[in-house]
């Protein structure tokens, strides 16, 4: 069976993509191919995974008055086009979301092609909202999203494909962590904290966790591994010049995610969609700290969706600091089974079979059932 599938920008969108990709080409023999813009991650990274891929003209819709903003609705219109002929070539299209489905998820409908959607969020994106109503089947990660798509619109929930290295931790966790201790040079002795705010990093939690550190100084039985995001890794070194009897590993940012989750007793992150599918599936209790100028709020309703299944703490932004990032995350270590307790909420509310749930799905429409 021929997929293409469209999706893209960020790593986060990116990730499970390609682990759909993977799991259709090597369990169901189908050839895989995406689309997506030249200037996304995923003009690199699905390459690096060996998938063919084809680059595509998509732009955002945004709200600023913007000669941008003028000419994408024609941009959109010659896509769509444009895509038709790699459309055409295809069983069945997958759209991942954001503005790249936009274009191949229209110029689907046009060539009567079979349309799958995936929605990663809690809350909707526009680009699936549009198309939803004319797509075979929209797949869900959270179950909350069905109540923001059209009432006709077809879901089934899936959750979010996560990559086979993340998948991994749940039964190699103990090779896994003893890798982590020499790679990233850690005490195995210490409780371990593993602090990210995305793959470019976040600012806000970056100079809150640098206060909390200078609140919990003494705590010898404490390490956190510091991931700053790129441009803010030298400052943050700086910065934390001297944090006491803590041990902190500061990188600016870690290939290899599994390392990180194998060795962490608790994780303090934003709460994009593929972060809470990576912790959930790894059985990592949260901090969930979601950006505040996420579209509809998204971010805000997957760490709610995490908090009710007794998996996360949720921190909003506006609450974030050093005091309060240092009492939240001393009052879990210190509480006498809480972590274990978040931990199984969070393996119970996981799905690691999502990539092969979607696959199914992707396989039906392609085969018209």
Same mark, same amino acid.
């Given at each position: 069976m021929r997929v293409l599938v469209a999706?893209?920008?960020?790593?986060?969108h990116v990730f499970?993509?390609?682990?759909?990709?993977?799991?259709l080409a090597d369990a169901h023999g189908a050839e895989v191919r995406f689309a997506g813009t030249s200037s996304g991650q995923e003009a690199t990274l699905v390459p690096a995974a060996g998938f063919p891929f084809e680059t595509i003209d998509a732009r955002p819709l945004r709200r600023e008055l913007s000669l941008e903003t003028v000419t994408a609705p024609i941009a959109a219109l010659?896509?769509?086009?444009?895509?038709?002929?790699?459309?055409e070539r295809a069983d069945v299209v997958v759209g991942m979301g954001g503005y790249v489905s936009v274009p191949v998820g229209l110029a689907a409908v046009r060539s009567k092609r079979p349309l799958v959607l995936h929605e990663q969020n809690a809350v909707p994106g526009l680009a699936n909202r549009v198309l939803s109503w004319r797509a075979r089947t929209t797949a869900l990660a959270f179950a909350e999203a069905a109540g923001s798509l059209p009432s006709g619109a077809?879901?089934?929930?899936?959750?979010?494909?996560?990559?086979?290295?993340?998948?991994?931790?749940?039964?190699?966790?103990?090779?896994?962590?003893?890798?982590?201790?020499a790679e990233l040079e850690l005490d195995a002795a210490r409780r371990t904290v593993v602090v990210f705010g995305g793959s470019q990093g976040a600012l806000h939690v970056n100079t809150a966790v640098v206060d909390a550190l200078s609140l919990v100084r003494e705590r010898a039985d404490l390490q956190v591994v510091f991931l700053?995001?790129?441009?803010?890794?030298?400052?943050?070194?700086?910065?934390?010049?001297?944090?006491?009897? &803590? !041990? /902190?590993?500061?990188?600016?940012?870690?290939?290899?995610?599994?390392? *990180?989750? #194998?060795? $962490?007793?608790?994780?303090?992150s934003r709460a994009?969609?593929?972060?809470?599918?990576?912790?959930?599936?790894?059985?990592?209790?949260? &901090? !969930? /700290?979601?950006?505040?100028?996420?579209?509809?709020?998204?971010?805000? *309703?997957? #760490?709610? $969706?995490?908090?009710?299944?007794?998996?996360?703490?949720?921190?909003?932004?506006?609450?974030l600091s050093g005091p309060t990032v240092a009492t939240a995350v001393q009052r879990l270590l210190d509480e006498e089974g809480r972590l274990d307790a978040m931990a199984d909420a969070a393996r119970v509310w996981s799905r690691p079979d999502a990539a092969e749930a979607l696959a199914q799905v992707v396989l039906g429409a392609g085969a018209g059932a």
């Open positions: 999706g893209g920008g960020t790593a986060g499970p993509a390609l682990a759909l990709a993977r799991r010659r896509s769509v086009s444009a895509c038709r002929a790699l459309v077809r879901t089934t929930v899936t959750g979010n494909p996560v990559r086979e290295a993340i998948l991994a931790v749940a039964d190699d966790r103990e090779a896994l962590a003893k890798e982590a201790f700053t995001g790129s441009a803010h890794e030298t400052s943050i070194r700086e910065a934390l010049a001297d944090v006491g009897d &803590v !041990l /902190v590993r500061a990188r600016g940012f870690l290939e290899r995610m599994e390392l *990180a989750y #194998a060795v $962490a007793d608790l994780v303090l994009g969609a593929t972060t809470c599918a990576e912790i959930s599936v790894c059985g990592i209790p949260s &901090v !969930l /700290v979601p950006y505040p100028h996420a579209t509809g709020g998204h971010q805000e *309703a997957n #760490a709610r $969706a995490l908090e009710r299944a007794g998996a996360a703490v949720v921190m909003p932004d506006e609450r």
